[in-house]
C-alpha cells in the first residue's frame, strides 16, 4: 500500500521538523531568559501550539503501527489467537468510524473560526483556525491508517480461513 507509506514518510519528516523546532525554540527561551534575561513571552504560546501539532500529527503513525493502547489487549490474555484477531479488526473499525467522526465533528468548528476571522489576542494575532486545522487533520490521518489496518486484518482472516479449510480438506478453497 504504497500510498500509505507516502503518507507516512510525508507525516515522519513532518515530525522531525515539529521536534527540531521545538527543541530549538525551548531551548532559546531557556538560554535567553536565564542567562540573556530576556523573556519571550510570545514564545510560550508558541512552544504549546508546536506540541499540539507534534502529538496530532503523531496520532496518525502511532495508530498505524499499532503501538496505542488497544482494547485487544484483554482479548488476547483471554481468547485465543482467532477470537483476538476478530476483536483487532472489530476494534480497527470502530477507530476508523471514531476518528471519521471526529475529524467531521471538527471540521465545522475550524470553518466557523475562519469564517469569523477569529484571531489570537497576543503577540503576533494570527488566525485561530490556522492551529485548530491539525484537529480535524490529525483524526483524519489516524482514521486513514485505521483504514489500511482494518484491510490488512480483513485480508489475513480471509488468508487464515483460507489455508484452515485447505488444510482441512487438502483442496485450495476460494475465500469467497
Request: some cysteine; overall charge positive.
Amino acid at each position: 500500500m504504497k500510498v500509505f507509506d507516502y503518507i507516512d514518510r510525508v507525516i515522519r519528516c513532518l515530525i522531525y521538523v515539529l521536534t527540531a523546532m521545538l527543541v530549538s525554540l525551548g531551548t532559546a527561551v531557556i538560554i535567553l531568559r536565564y542567562v540573556g534575561h530576556v523573556p519571550m513571552g510570545w514564545a510560550e504560546t508558541f512552544l504549546a501550539l508546536l506540541m499540539v501539532w507534534l502529538v496530532f500529527v503523531s496520532i496518525g503513525l502511532v495508530a498505524r503501527e499499532g503501538t496505542h493502547i488497544r482494547f485487544s489487549f484483554f482479548a488476547e490474555r483471554i481468547f485465543h489467537r482467532r477470537a483476538s484477531a476478530v476483536w483487532d479488526t472489530l476494534e480497527n473499525i470502530i477507530g476508523m468510524v471514531l476518528c471519521g467522526y471526529l475529524a467531521w465533528q471538527f471540521y465545522p468548528w475550524v470553518h466557523f473560526t475562519f469564517v469569523l476571522k477569529s484571531v489570537d489576542i497576543n503577540y503576533f494575532q494570527y488566525p485561530l483556525w490556522i492551529p485548530e486545522t491539525i484537529l480535524p487533520i490529525g483524526f483524519a490521518l489516524m482514521g486513514l491508517f485505521y483504514v489500511e489496518r482494518t484491510i490488512k486484518q480483513i485480508l489475513k482472516l480471509m488468508a487464515s480461513r483460507a489455508s484452515e479449510q485447505k488444510g482441512a480438506t487438502g483442496d485450495p478453497v476460494q475465500p469467497f
